[in-house]
């Protein structure tokens, strides 16, 4: 067992008796009996100083949940990917096209491997963007659409449909070059303290991943299984809607989903998962 520098938080909130159950299972997750997905990996360089393995969130759940995603029939995440299926081929805005229009009517040739590379630097936008972002333009500036609202459902099912087309792939989000001075942005904000409590994310998902708070198993806090079916809310979750719950868990002011902080946050903490596979959607509690 890692020994692990006691912050704030442990004091605080972690009940000591979750000291003993520290780390991630050994389970591995093989979704339908043949599609190997990887929960563990060698931490991205970046992050060399800090840890030497990265995890996905489901090693940290108990098995029960963990069954959930191992059989597309069980997990309740599937039914939003048929539902974006059906949005995928409405024609809708001024401009009478669909996604299939101009994307195919199979999504898994034309947005495979596409959920692994974002956020993403747009060179013609000049901007960082996020899945959910590039969404919007498509819907605003291709078809004439009113954009989904940010962490809506009708988002989270299109993500959950583009997302499964990359399921096992691993995350490999660029963080240099243009995109340099957004990532820096969003690692500044996993390191600042926050709120009340003075926590930043790293006092949570880096010195404590694999302790108890609250009775729930802390984990990495990585992003890979997104969007998520929560058990507690019964929907699917988005990135920043998450971020959102964990801030304010803080007791802090949070940022907006779609805010540019978030969207930085978003960048920096998809790139501590490189590595990992692609899962969602995950399934979580
Ligand atoms: C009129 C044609 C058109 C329609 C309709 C359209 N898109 Fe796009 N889409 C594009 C073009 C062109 C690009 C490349 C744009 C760019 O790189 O800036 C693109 C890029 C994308 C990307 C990024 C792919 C990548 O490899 O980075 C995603 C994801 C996407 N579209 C999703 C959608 C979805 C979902 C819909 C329906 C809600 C949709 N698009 C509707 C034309 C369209
Ligand atoms: C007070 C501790 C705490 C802080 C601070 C905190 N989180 Fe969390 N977070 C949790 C708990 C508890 C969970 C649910 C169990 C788990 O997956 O770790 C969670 C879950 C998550 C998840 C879902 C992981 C998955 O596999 O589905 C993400 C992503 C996340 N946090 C990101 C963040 C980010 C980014 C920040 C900083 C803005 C942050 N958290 C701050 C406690 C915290």
Redo the contacts with the bound molecule.
């Keep these: 067992m890692k020994i692990k520098v006691l912050t704030a938080?442990s004091a605080?909130?972690i009940g000591s008796a979750g000291l003993a159950l520290a780390d991630p299972d050994e389970d591995q997750l093989v979704i339908n009996g043949d599609l190997e997905i990887v929960t563990e990996a060698a931490a991205p360089d970046h992050l060399s100083d800090v840890m030497d393995t990265i995890y996905?969130?489901?090693r940290?759940?108990s098995d029960e949940t963990q069954e959930l995603e191992m059989d597309d029939f069980d997990n309740p995440g599937m039914i939003f990917v048929d539902q974006a299926m059906d949005s995928w081929a409405s024609a809708e805005g001024s401009e009478g096209k669909s996604c299939a229009s101009c994307h195919g009517d199979d999504p898994s040739e034309s947005m495979a491997g596409v959920r692994a590379v974002y956020p993403k630097w747009n060179a013609d936008a000049g901007e960082v963007r996020t899945l959910a972002m590039q969404i919007n333009d498509c819907r605003e500036n291709q078809m004439g659409a009113d954009a989904y609202k940010y962490d809506s459902a009708p988002m989270a099912a299109m993500e959950a449909l583009i997302a499964v087309q990359s399921r096992g792939m691993p995350v490999n989000v660029a963080i240099g070059g243009p995109a340099a001075e957004t990532w820096e942005q969003g690692k500044a904000?996993?390191y600042t303290r926050?709120?009340q409590?003075e926590?930043?994310?790293?006092?949570?998902?880096e010195d404590?991943?694999g302790n108890n708070?609250?009775s729930?198993?802390?984990?990495?806090?990585?992003?890979?299984?997104?969007p998520?079916y929560?058990l507690k809310n019964a929907k699917l979750?988005t990135?920043h809607g998450?971020?959102k719950?964990?801030?304010r868990?803080?007791r802090a002011e949070t940022y907006s989903p779609g805010s540019p902080e978030f969207v930085a946050?978003e960048l920096y903490?998809a790139s501590r998962g490189n590595g990992l596979s692609v899962e969602g959607p995950?399934v979580?509690?």
């Design positions: 938080v605080a909130l996905s969130g489901w940290f759940r904000l996993y926050t709120g409590l926590l930043s994310c790293a006092n949570c998902h404590n991943y708070i609250r729930d198993h802390l984990s990495q806090g990585q992003i890979n299984g997104f998520t929560r979750n990135v998450r971020f719950g964990c801030v868990d803080t946050l903490v995950s979580r509690n």
